[in-house]
């Protein structure tokens, strides 16, 4: 199901006095999310990804715009005419009711002709199970479940109507980092086999970029860029969303353009040609500083942390907007530590330029 | 070892102590009563020891007469005051303008005190000199035929009685469901309403069940309370309860120790006992069925 989302805007009217304004909560939403994929909502909390999701899932009526779930205009529908099965953050399983009871839930809602027979609900709700590995543990409830185990049966109970479309409100965040990683591959996992169009909403950037077919950064309502993962990664359009992509983030330098070349405290550290002479932000990816003894750019040296891999040279420069640089280098390069500066060059494709004011990117011609 | 067995009780000693004098030595007092056969308080005498005193309580018309008010007034009042109530907090729960007034309304019953009560009570259903009482006259008002709720058929009287414990006891029970409905969180409301569930199914199958523990708190105190019923007939009817036919269990005992007919401590004894064994054993039926209906987290 291809799912179209056109000018979508969700206005919070301001509650009381002591709010000044109206609260935009998503702001000129356009996209139209192919069918099968995993898209993943990404931006800081407050942004207006749950909004979103909300908005698509109809417990939300947006103030003006309209979603299209394949052809049919659905604006207006009420969730439950939807069709979209929707995983809340914090799983909303009935408590009193088993396993099994949890999944049936849907599909005893369905009316007339619709409706299945009790074997084929049962049937569908253990296929359901099964998809999800938790067909051993129909009969408990969710308070006897853990919290891994709990989230597959929310994903269980929203597929089991076999939905249109499958939303994930911060399916990860009340999981524990290993039981995340898993979980991660097992949502994508499930996707790929039912074939389902998914959204999921996250504010954990590296979550989203592992699993997502495309990413949309969202910030404040308004939708920042849209893209796969790696591209998002690669071309950000501006400065916010180069620094919320990334671990370790990225490093944000004032620098200047002149005559063709980028300088950082009045050293010319690389050239970027067709950039016209101007003030600009010049953000380096921690692995795009590569350690070269002649490099153009001279850091103090704090310490070195070994990860095994690689090496994270922790590090300062007087122009970095950020205290410390943390530089990650392939662990076969070794960095005199006894010297009181470290000098790096950096690879051109690893270092964006934003305008001082707009914070848009600026085009540099060499790629 | 040796001090380790004597502190915990040590630490128990005033509860304990409080607990003997006052629930634990009165019982066992009363059983002793109610087996001594004529017993005097004053002379501390007694003429014999049995369940003579059981037998005239049961054989007592006032107090068959008593017992059938009082179960007629806890069958009616407790699943009526508790569904209206409900209902009510449904209500309550639904709107958003004008909420707390509305809260507040109905709390009032609450703070008003039972004699006042049964004052207005009075004044709106009993027949005097001068007036028929305003519930006769809007029945004259509607073409029907006037009815004595206060010293007329039976029915009326009971209807009466339980349509005043019901505004009575709805307050309190209306405070706790709203506050246990707002409790239930949205989250499973909504979804629920992703899940196309239609409004009776969500209320039968995620409200009830979520706000059980509390629905059974109220209809197990409903139960006790409206046992224990006594103040509410006193109001309406006066003190000579059974000259009015509308005597309760707890009333009896009262007549029987301290009324007009009074002084019979054993008499008084055995119909509390009575009484003790029925609040038990609605009770423990309570008990038994919310094992199965009441969901606690």
Known sequence: MQITLQNLTKVFPKRGKKETGDVIAVNDFTFVIPDGKLIGLLGPSG??????????????????????????????????????????????????????????????????????????????????????????????????????????????????????????????????????????EEIRRIQRETGITTIFVTHDQEEAMSISDMIVVMKEGVVHQIGAPQDVYDEPKNLFVAQFLGTPPIHVFDGS??????????????????????????????????????????????????????????????????????????????????????????????????????????????? | MEQKDFKPWLYLLPALLFLGFFMVYPLVDVLVYSLEEGYNSASQTFFGVGLYNYSYVLHDPYFLQAVKNTFLLVIITVPVSTGIALLISLGLNAIKP??????????????????????????????????????????????????????????????????????????????????????????????????????????????????????????VTGFIGAFKAYSDAVALFGTDLNAAGMNTIVGYVYDMLYGDSGGYPSYAAAAALILFAIVLTITCINLLVSRRHVYYD
Request: hydrophobic share 40%; glycine share 6%; charged share 20%.
């Open chain 2, 98 to 219: 004008l909420r707390n007034l509305y809260q507040t309304v109905f709390f009032l019953p609450y703070v008003t005190n039972t004699l006042a009560v049964g004052l207005v009570f009075m004044i709106l259903f009993k027949k005097t000199a001068y007036s028929d009482g305003l519930v006769n006259l809007l029945i004259r008002w509607f073409g029907g035929e006037g009815v004595d709720f206060i010293d007329g058929p039976y029915w009326a009287k009971i209807f009466v009685l339980c349509f005043y414990t019901v505004w009575v006891v709805m307050p309190f029970k209306i405070l706790i469901l709203t506050s246990a409905l707002t409790s239930v969180k949205q989250d499973y409301y909504n979804a629920a309403r992703v899940d196309a569930t239609p409004r009776w199914r969500i209320f039968t199958r995620i409200t009830l069940p979520m706000i059980s523990p509390m629905l059974f708190y109220l209809v």
């Open chain 1, 257 to 367: 353009v002149r005559a063709g070349s980028l300088y950082l405290g009045g050293t010319p550290v690389l050239d970027v040609p067709g950039v016209a002479d101007q003030e600009v932000y010049a953000a380096v990816r921690p692995e795009g500083f590569v350690l070269n003894a002649d490099g153009p750019l001279c850091c103090q040296l704090s310490r070195v942390e070994i990860m095994g891999r690689d090496t994270s040279v922790v590090c300062s420069h007087e122009c970095c907007t950020s205290g410390t640089i943390r530089a990650i280098i392939p662990a076969e390069n070794r960095v005199d530590q006894t010297l009181p500066t470290v000098r790096f060059s950096l690879k051109p494709n690893k270092v964006f330029l934003f305008d001082r004011s707009t914070q848009e990117r600026i085009a540099v011609s060499n790629a």
């Open chain 1, 47 to 184: 942004c207006g990804k749950s909004t979103t999701l909300n908005l698509i899932s109809g417990l939300e009526k947006p103030t003006r715009g309209k979603i299209y779930f394949g052809e049919d205009d659905v604006t207006g529908l009420p969730p439950e005419s939807r069709g979209v099965g929707l995983v809340f953050q914090n799983y909303a399983l009935y408590p009193h009711l088993t396993v099994l009871q949890n999944i049936l839930f849907p599909l005893q809602n369905l009316k007339g002709a619709e409706r299945p027979t009790k074997e084929q609900m049962i049937q569908r709700a253990e296929e359901a199970a099964k998809l999800v590995q938790i067909e051993q543990l129909m009969e408990r409830r969710p308070s006897e479940l853990s919290g891994g185990q709990q989230q597959r049966v929310a994903i269980a109970r929203a597929l089991v109507k076999l939905p249109r479309v499958l939303l994930l409100d911060e399916p990860l965040s009340n999981l524990d980092a290993r039981l995340r990683l898993q979980t991660r």
